[in-house]
């Protein structure tokens, strides 16, 4: 059985999205509670918040300041959809430092792998723009948090989040040093990640799901395209951008996925990489599903 760690942070409750917003406290409350519920006590990541020179190696700094002075007035952001509030910003830099911290305990061997339930989500955010909830790209600063101060050469993103991780991948485009791949509903927001998007050296793909895909046509493209790319690509570490909304009952989204498939998808990627695997939490709209796909995820990570 691996040693998997879990990395969560209450401060995560205080970004205050308002009372209808999906992405709300209320998911790590519901991911807390089914984890409670089955009995799970893992060790614990300890988390500190990120760095700014963390955050300036993927933003800009007009776009850190930015969102540190909104969150800091409860003033409105030009994304009507990422709300801002005064307990944001301290969630922000925690979830961003829960993927620097996972990573580190798994490099430094202190876990074999690592799930980090924080929020906000992260993979919409871009250099200079918070956008479809993310405030700070969580995945992009870890895998070059490794890169910068631990000297990992190649690394793997897999996004099996319904929504296409946008910034993730304009991030990476061009740098063949990191391979994204990502699973999403097309047509669907943020209305990016085509197939024909190959990034350099190939280190870039997409995979467009359309309208009602199960657990059928989800596990064919993983085992089929994205598992030979990473294969051939020999990651170093393998992150995970994991949102669990292409469940069939999410209400953002038309997958037929089940709470299981998420644990399928999580075992045939468990190679990967020597086992040095690190997911982040994005998606995952419906409270039960999400939970409970978190729940079997974590369980598959420990296998």
């Known amino acids: ?56 190696r993927i933003h800009s700094r007009e776009h850190v300041e930015t969102v540190e002075e909104t969150c800091a007035s409860g003033g409105s952001y030009p994304d009507a959809d990422t709300v801002m509030g005064k307990g944001s910003w301290e969630a922000a830099l925690l979830a961003a430092g829960g993927a620097i911290a996972c990573c580190k305990a798994v490099l ?25 909830f993310c405030l700070f790209n969580n995945v992009a600063i870890g895998a070059r948090w490794m890169q910068r101060v631990r000297e990992v050469g190649k690394i793997a993103i897999l996004d099996w989040d319904v929504h296409h991780g946008n910034g993730t991948q304009h991030t990476f485009y061009d740098d063949d040093s990191i391979y994204y791949a990502s699973m999403h509903q097309h047509p669907l927001y943020p ?17 467009q799901m359309s309208w009602g895909y199960g657990p059928k046509e989800w596990l064919a493209a993983l085992d089929e395209q994205i598992l ?40 045939r990627v468990k190679g990967l990489a020597g086992g040095r695997i690190v997911s982040l939490l994005e998606g995952g709209y419906h409270l039960e599903a999400l939970s409970q796909s978190a729940v079997a995820h974590f369980n598959a990570l420990r296998a």
């Open 191 to 207: 209305g990016t990640g085509f197939p024909s998007e190959r990034g350099k050296n190939n280190t870039n793909l997409n995979i």
């Open 1 to 56: 059985m691996a040693r998997t760690a879990f990395a969560y942070r209450e401060e995560g409750l205080r970004h205050d999205t308002g009372p209808s917003h999906p992405e709300c406290a209320a998911r790590l409350v519901a991911i807390r509670d089914a984890f409670t519920a089955a009995k799970l006590d893992p060790p614990r990541v300890a988390v500190e918040p990120a760095t700014r020179e963390d955050l300036l």
């Open 228 to 267: 030979p790319e990473f294969e051939r690509f020999k990651p170093e570490f393998l992150l995970i951008s994991c949102g669990f909304d292409a469940h069939r009952l999410d209400p953002l989204a038309s997958q037929r996925l089940e709470t299981e498939t998420f644990a399928e998808m999580t075992a």
């Open 108 to 132: 430094d061997g202190a876990c074999d792998n690592a799930f980090s339930a924080m929020r906000p989500p992260g993979h919409h955010a871009e250099e200079d723009r918070a956008m479809g």
